[in-house]
């Protein structure tokens, strides 16, 4: 049964192209349960009559029964569109010609160690624990570290603890609601000429006793309930996927943290040498202007370019205590319990053999894009919602029990009593409410459609960028390689000139500063070549599907959960 509105079937105006064979659902629909009834024993005195009072209850109960089994028989009565996730991008490659490994003109041994060259592996699965490939035995420590400590990712265990939670609660909504309740009061009643209600003008005061059982139920007829589930299983999902995005973005921080100051170590490495370099020469200007070999110019030029180099030390040294504080907060510790831990380039390995997947798969392992799919089938669910607002809504409520005077009557037939009721509500004027909320549905489901579509094509940019990137850092580890060597040689030979006297010290201190800049710039091109490594591993997904990051849920404690 499918139920339309003024001719039209929202689920035409709203399906999305299918792949069923493509969307692989987290979450299974739970078949509906049955409805448990707990009774407490009562004192043998009243005991039996309660249990014969409870005959009309029963009787209530199997209407409640009747009831129950409804949602099973009114469930393929659902309006509005039916969600069938996106078809994948036509797209066979991303880039535009086909893709080249990231090769050096020549193969080149980096100070920091390795190779620079890389081989991509297309169609190669992503591994779970990515961050393992670079072969530091700290980094895996701290990662392992981090994914234990970290607040964020309790605060994404608990996000998906409430979806499910507010899941399970929508289930009810689909069953009756049994509500049992006893009412004893002791009263007075006019006496003399007024006859009593008892009909014994002679008894001024007695009690009356009156248990009894409610069942209340809204029958999903058009599966405006069954949406709302849909919709929250939905909001579930996106919390699936947003918790996967934080156990990437936090694994991905920290390796990134520690390239960061790995680089940070080898600039600081440099910045020192350089100086000791510039204090040896500038000891060695104060012998010779003290024997009058050279000009007192020359030592103040000197002094200048140590001074200059001296003032990159320190913003150098505040970026590695900055950066160890970041590490020390991603693994869930306070600045003053700093990791211990340290990182430098030549303790990390470049991943050789770098996967590439698919284009058909990445929009199956981005969490992002999957957190946006499902941010589509919320918004699909909640148009069914708005359209069974709009139709009648259903309500039948039972009761049954017993009265009497004392308790030991309340097992008498005629002290029993049930009846029940239904009545049905349709919305006739509004003044448009809920067409126009409706509408808002609708353009909802249109705007987590055009976003879908936004993430998929930056997830795919996110990929391209990454690759585009790691061609280029192989050839400038290369380049930045054959510079500091061809820099480090220039400055040996042009140490010797100066000592024997054939240049003059500006040729010095020109030599000093290229070799400065070079393995500056030989640092920071191998740490980049790292980061762009972990930028692809986390462009990809991360291998979230290789691990489980989702923690069971907690123990239920609750004695009477159905309540």
């Not at 069923?20 to 009243?46: N, Q």
């Not at 994948?88 to 050096?104: F, K, M, S, W």
């Not at 970290?150 to 929508?170: C, G, K, M």
């Not at 030979?493 to 030989?522: D, M, W």
Request: aromatic share 6%; glycine share 6%; proline share 6%.
């Amino acid at each position: 049964m499918r139920a339309t509105q003024a001719g039209e079937s929202v689920a035409d105006a709203h399906a999305v192209a299918l792949t069923p064979a493509a969307h692989h659902r987290l979450y299974e629909r739970r078949s509906p349960g049955g409805i448990g009834l707990t009774m407490r024993r009562t004192t043998k005195a009243s005991g039996a009559a309660l249990r014969t009072a409870g005959v009309a209850a029963l009787r209530t109960a199997g209407v409640a029964a009747v009831l129950a089994a409804l949602p099973g028989l009114l469930g393929g009565c659902m309006v509005g569109p039916d969600f069938v996730p996106p078809t994948d991008p036509p797209v066979t490659r991303y880039t535009r010609e086909p893709l080249a490994n990231p090769t050096a003109t020549d193969t080149v041994t980096t100070r920091q160690g390795g190779s620079a060259d890389q081989n991509f592996i297309a169609g190669a699965d992503v591994p779970g624990q990515w961050w393992t490939l670079f072969h530091s035995a700290p980094l895996n420590r701290l990662v392992e570290e981090a994914l234990a400590n970290n607040p964020n990712l309790d605060a994404a265990q608990a996000a998906l603890r409430i979806a499910q939670q507010n899941v399970e609660a929508q289930r009810g909504t689909l069953f009756p609601v049994v509500t049992a309740n006893g009412l004893g009061s002791r009263q007075k009643v006019p006496g003399g000429a007024l006859q009593s209600p008892l009909n014994d003008q002679r008894q001024l005061f007695y009690s009356l006793y009156t248990p009894q059982v409610t069942v209340s139920f809204t029958p999903d007829v058009f599966g405006g309930n069954q949406r709302q589930i849909e919709s929250l299983e939905a909001q579930a999902e996106n919390q699936r996927f947003q918790l996967e995005a934080a156990y990437l973005s936090l694994t991905a921080n920290v390796v990134l943290a520690a390239i960061q100051e790995a680089s940070l170590r080898a600039q600081i490495d440099a910045t020192k040498r350089v100086i000791q370099a510039q204090t040896e020469v500038l000891t060695l200007y104060n012998k010779q202007l003290s024997l009058g070999q050279i000009a007192g110019a020359d030592v103040v030029v000197q002094q200048a370019a140590l001074s200059v180099s001296m003032q990159l030390l320190p913003p150098l040294e505040k970026q590695l205590a900055i950066q160890r504080n970041l590490l020390t907060a991603l693994v869930g510790r306070f600045p003053s319990e700093e990791i211990s831990q340290t990182f430098t380039l030549a303790s990390l390995r470049l991943p050789t053999r770098l996967p590439v997947s698919l284009p058909s798969n990445l929009v199956q392992q981005r969490p992002d894009v999957k957190a946006a799919e499902a941010n589509v089938m919320q918004a699909s669910a909640l148009v069914g919602v708005a359209v069974a607002n709009r139709l009648p809504q259903f309500n039948i409520t039972a009761n049954g029990g017993s009265s009497a005077v004392k308790i030991a009557q309340l097992a008498s037939s005629a002290a029993t009593f049930y009846g029940i009721v239904g009545t049905v509500a349709q919305p006739i004027f509004d003044a448009g409410t809920l067409f126009r909320r409706q509408r808002a549905a609708e353009e909802t489901l249109d705007q987590a459609q055009a976003q879908y579509r936004a993430v998929v094509i930056g997830a795919f940019q996110n990929v391209a960028d990454a690759l585009r990137a790691l061609q280029s850092d192989a050839q400038a580890v290369a380049a930045a390689a054959a510079a500091e060597k061809a820099t480090s040689q220039s400055l040996d030979l042009i140490r010797k000139q100066y000592t024997a006297g054939a240049i003059n010290s500006t040729q010095v201190l020109i030599a000093q500063q290229s070799y400065l800049s070079a393995i500056v710039t030989s640092a920071a091109a191998r740490a980049n070549q790292y980061a762009d490594t972990a930028a692809l591993f986390q462009a990809l997904g991360g291998g979230w599907w290789n691990r489980n990051d989702v923690r069971p849920p907690k123990r239920e404690r609750d004695p009477a959960p159905f309540l």
